[in-house]
């Protein structure tokens, strides 16, 4: 039988000596949850630290983040071979995998990067979404597993906790168990001082099973972990904690928190808890319970093996987790009248269904204007099969759900919304990037075009500010082709987020021929000048049709003048500089994109121009708009034949 009180004071001494070791970091998570976390470990966590990636394992996220060096211990303590002393003496320096929060190193325990509070929660729901998708496809032989997650009060506090804790009771995610760390301190002291709703109420009014516990009661915790695994609704289990337990001089109090630590705290917490072992220093014995602690899961992963090898559905669980395109890839009908490319994104994600049956559809209550259900079932407390998951107006949620499900691993996660409300979800596009976690962002509604909803639904700044984000490739595409190589080019990335800016005004078909994956260059020629180049036009989205239109006059009007279409800037930038001359040309440029030029002096010299936006828009009709803000074919004329005269 493990002595889970020792293996517990083994967290909070290498969480100590860590934190010391470093001079700084959250010594109240790791001091305050140890009995809940080794308890876990020690009598129910399902993991294999020899097979980090075992596609069965319980998921551990630990969404208050900066308590990290509590997941650090943990993983040291149990086994994975990254996690060594070595690594837990260099916590907070330069390249260690011991960072000031947790980054997502899934080799080496770490499931996913937290920091931001309320993400990580937000993110185990999709990880519990995933699961119970994938258990619908290939039965609990091949898939049941949990997601396990340490909450602390400030995940509660902000509002993607709440749209967690609605939609997760919602769906009747009985895999999905909370260990709240219920300390009443925050950073600025006690909870009292900002919150004093009954937390647990919140969650039971929410379809949740609450369980409150001492939370360093060791045979009250191993109860509830118990029976949060009996029932078939998530469960709160709300641990009553005291804040740095162990360290007289903070426990209970504020500077519990992240207070400095001082070689006297080391002192007299060795002297509280009577452990006379140097820094860094764990019994054999204590290790030796945390090693036949993990022998269950190794059990079971060897278990898993010898069950996939025999199962029917073995080849096709291998291809939901490579997901590889199918081939061939769809070739898209060319429409017969302009059509707005949210509506042939529709048309890509509905030929998924059957061709990538492991895609899964996140949507913010607007599956009719943005269509991208049609034949999809719902993914709902009932049917887990549905690869579509009505989020409701939580877009806060939806965002970090998409991160949890693509972490996750086993299905391609779709997130769809208006490009106005990506806002809503940027904290987590941004972990999404930060991660270089392959989501796909299908954003409906991208520009004035959006018509008389007026400004507040009309993209302006968007753009350039996604452009800006490192590792996040911004798609906008022209028309129906492009749109459909947007979604090839992104389901072959593996090594970061793709974010599509699409038309709910009608786009005009500027290529007929889908041959060629020409939006993979980033930029290209649509079409050519009729001699020498004397203008260049480069445009996106719905205004390479307004370019291409303008061409025919200033053609006309003997300029000579070539149209690029740039759907993708960030692949357009992988280019060697010699490339990107030889397709924007040395001729006068002229861009337009129904959006702020910021970012475009990156393709644009000083003498060239732009027509664009510069303020917010208004509301009336998108043609309307288009003319008040001179994004037109006469503007456009006006301008390239001034631009070439000043040549």
């Known amino acids: 039988m493990s002595d889970i009180h020792s293996m517990a004071h083994a967290i909070r001494f290498l969480a100590l000596d860590a ?123 091949l898939v ?140 054999d014995s204590i290790y030796h319970d945390w090693t036949t602690s993990m022998n269950r899961g190794r059990a079971a992963c060897h278990e898993w093996i010898q069950r996939k090898q025999a199962h029917p559905k073995h080849a096709e669980f291998d291809r939901w987790h490579q997901s590889p395109l199918p081939d061939p890839w769809h070739i898209p009908a060319v429409p017969n009248a302009a059509t707005p490319t949210i509506q042939s994104s529709g048309d890509v994600c509905d030929w998924l269904t059957d061709a990538m049956p492991e895609t899964l559809v996140l949507c913010a209550d607007l599956e009719a204007p943005t269509n991208h259900k049609r034949r999809r079932a719902a993914f709902t407390a009932d049917d887990r099969s549905g690869s579509y998951v009505h989020c409701g107006v939580r877009e806060h949620l939806m965002g970090a759900m998409g991160n949890g499900i693509a972490a996750h691993g086993g299905l391609r996660v779709v997130n769809v919304t208006y490009l106005a409300f990506s806002d809503y979800e940027r904290a987590a596009m941004r972990m999404a990037a930060l991660m270089r976690l392959p989501v796909i962002y299908v954003f409906s509604h991208d520009s004035i075009g959006v018509g008389s909803n007026g400004p507040t639904h009309q993209p302006i700044e968007v753009l350039a500010s996604f452009r800006a984000m490192p590792n996040m490739r911004v798609f906008r595409p022209a028309d129906a082709i492009e749109t459909a190589e947007a979604w090839h080019i992104a389901l072959q990335t593996r090594d970061g987020p793709s974010l599509f800016a699409l038309s709910r005004q009608p786009a005009e078909q500027v290529r007929s021929d889908a041959s060629a994956t020409l939006s993979r260059s980033g930029a290209y020629v649509v079409s050519n000048a009729s001699g020498p180049r004397a203008l260049t036009l480069i445009a996106t989205g719905t205004e390479v049709g307004l370019a291409v239109a303008a061409q025919s006059a200033l053609e006309a009007r003997g300029v000579p003048t070539a149209v690029v279409s740039m759907p993708c800037w960030e692949l357009f930038a992988e280019h060697s500089t010699e490339a990107r001359a030889a397709i924007l040309g040395d001729a006068p440029r002229l861009a337009i994109e129904a959006a702020s030029p910021f970012g475009w002096s990156h393709w644009l010299r000083p003498e060239d121009r732009f027509i664009g936006m510069d303020s917010f828009g208004a509301s009336a009709k998108a043609d309307v708009l288009y003319a008040h803000f001179g994004i037109t074919v006469d503007n456009i004329v006006a301008q390239g034949v001034a631009l070439n005269k000043q040549k």
Not at 96 to 110: F, L, N
Not at 178 to 186: G, H, K, M, P, R
Request: glycine share 10%; hydrophobic share 40%.
């Open 19 to 141: 934190i010391r070791t470093a001079g700084e970091g959250h010594q109240g998570v790791p001091l305050g949850m140890a009995e809940i976390a080794a308890t876990l470990y020690a009598n129910h966590l399902k993991v294999n630290p020899d097979d980090p990636l075992w596609p069965d394992r319980d998921r551990v996220v630990l969404s208050n983040g900066h308590g990290s060096m509590l997941l650090y211990a943990l993983l040291h303590l149990s086994g994975y071979k990254e996690l060594s002393l070595d690594a837990l003496k260099s916590f907070r320096k330069l390249g260690s995998v011991c960072a000031g929060h947790p980054e997502i190193e899934q080799h080496a325990g770490i499931e996913i990067t937290t920091g931001l509070l309320g993400q990580g929660i937000a993110s185990a729901v999709g990880m519990a979404v995933a699961e119970q998708r994938l258990q619908a496809q290939f039965g609990s032989d």
């Open 144 to 283: 049941d597993h949990r997601t396990w997650a340490f909450v602390g009060d400030g995940c509660l506090q902000e509002g993607m906790g709440q749209e967690a804790i609605s939609l997760a009771g919602h769906l009747r995610l009985g895999n999905l168990t909370f260990l709240w760390d219920d300390n009443q301190i925050t950073d600025d002291g006690a909870t009292g001082l900002s919150i004093s709703e009954d937390i647990p109420a919140r969650f039971r009014a929410a379809n949740w099973q609450v369980i409150e516990a001492d939370g360093h009661d060791i045979s009250a915790i191993d109860a509830a972990l118990s029976q949060a695994k009996t029932d078939p609704r998530p469960t709160l289990i709300a641990c009553r904690t005291i804040i740095a337990r162990g360290i007289p001089r903070l426990e209970g109090k504020r500077g519990g928190h992240s207070a400095p630590l001082t070689e006297q705290d080391s002192i007299e917490m060795r002297t509280a808890l009577d452990w006379p072992h140097a820094p860094f220093v764990i019994p």
